[in-house]
T-cell receptor, first 112, second 112 residues
Framework: NAGVTQTPKFQVLKTGQSMTLQCAQD?????MYWYRQDPGMGLRLIYY???????DKGEVPNGYNVSRLNKREFSLRLESAAPSQTSVYFC???????????FGQGTRLTVV | GEDVEQSLFLSVREGDSSVINCTYT??????LYWYKQEPGAGLQLLTY?????DMKQDQRLTVLLNKKDKHLSLRIADTQTGDSAIYFC????????????FGTGTLLAVQP
C-alpha cells in the first residue's frame, strides 16, 4: 500500500518552461489537494478536488492549473514557470468519511 | 475567506510542557488538526478534534478547542528533544468541500 505518491521528487526548471507534477493515491480517497510550502508561509492551498470531476481554487492558484484525471490521480501543471514558484510542493488526499489527510513526500522545485 | 494563524517559533527545555496556539476563522469547520513535520519530511497527523468537542487527550498530547473564540491549542507534556519539529494547525471545511487550510506552522525547538 503506497499511500500518496508524488513524482518527481526534485526538479530544476528554467524560467518559462512548463512541467506537470504528478500525484496518485491508492486509498480510494475522494478528495485531493495541492499545497506549496515556503519558509515562514506554512502550507498554502493551491487547488483542491473535493471529488472526481470537480476542482476548486485554493489560496494561491495563480500560475497553476490542475487536472483530476480519475479518482486516483491529481496533477498540477505550471504552464510558464517563474522563480516565484520555487517551492516544495505537497500533494494530499482524504476520504470524507475519515478524519486523516495523507501527504506525499513532496516535490522540491527550483526555477532559475 | 478562511485563515489559520500560528506563532512562528517556540523554545522550551526538555521535560517542560509546550503549548502551541492557533486561531482560525471558519466557523463551519468540522475537524481541526495538528500535524507534525520533521526536517526534510512530509506531514504526519498527530491528533485531531471534532468541532463539537472541547478537549481531547492522547497520551502526552492535549488538544483544547474554544469554538467561541476560534482558538485551538496543543499541549505536549514532558517535551523531549525528539519533539523538535514544525507543528501545523489545520481546519477542515464543512459540507462536501473538504477544503483543508493550514496555518503558517510553529517551529518547536527543545533545548536539552
Amino acid at each position: 500500500n503506497a499511500g500518496v505518491t508524488q513524482t518527481p521528487k526534485f526538479q530544476v526548471l528554467k524560467t518559462g518552461q512548463s512541467m506537470t507534477l504528478q500525484c496518485a493515491q491508492d486509498m480510494n480517497h475522494n478528495s485531493m489537494y495541492w499545497y506549496r510550502q515556503d519558509p515562514g508561509m506554512g502550507l498554502r492551498l493551491i487547488y483542491y478536488s473535493a471529488s472526481e470531476g470537480t476542482t476548486d481554487k485554493g489560496e494561491v492558484p495563480n500560475g497553476y492549473n490542475v487536472s483530476r484525471l480519475n479518482k486516483r490521480e491529481f496533477s498540477l501543471r505550471l504552464e510558464s514557470a517563474a522563480p516565484s514558484q520555487t517551492s516544495v510542493y505537497f500533494c494530499a488526499s482524504l476520504r470524507t468519511a475519515n478524519t486523516e489527510a495523507f501527504f506525499g513526500q513532496g516535490t522540491r522545485l527550483t526555477v532559475v | 475567506g478562511e485563515d489559520v494563524e500560528q506563532s512562528l517559533f517556540l523554545s522550551v527545555r526538555e521535560g517542560d510542557s509546550s503549548v502551541i496556539n492557533c486561531t482560525y476563522t471558519d466557523s463551519s469547520s468540522t475537524y481541526l488538526y495538528w500535524y507534525k513535520q520533521e526536517p526534510g519530511a512530509g506531514l504526519q497527523l498527530l491528533t485531531y478534534i471534532f468541532s463539537n468537542m472541547d478537549m481531547k487527550q492522547d497520551q502526552r498530547l492535549t488538544v483544547l478547542l474554544n469554538k467561541k473564540d476560534k482558538h485551538l491549542s496543543l499541549r505536549i507534556a514532558d517535551t523531549q528533544t525528539g519533539d523538535s519539529a514544525i507543528y501545523f494547525c489545520a481546519e477542515r471545511g464543512g459540507g462536501a468541500t473538504n477544503k483543508l487550510i493550514f496555518g503558517t506552522g510553529t517551529l518547536l525547538a527543545v533545548q536539552p
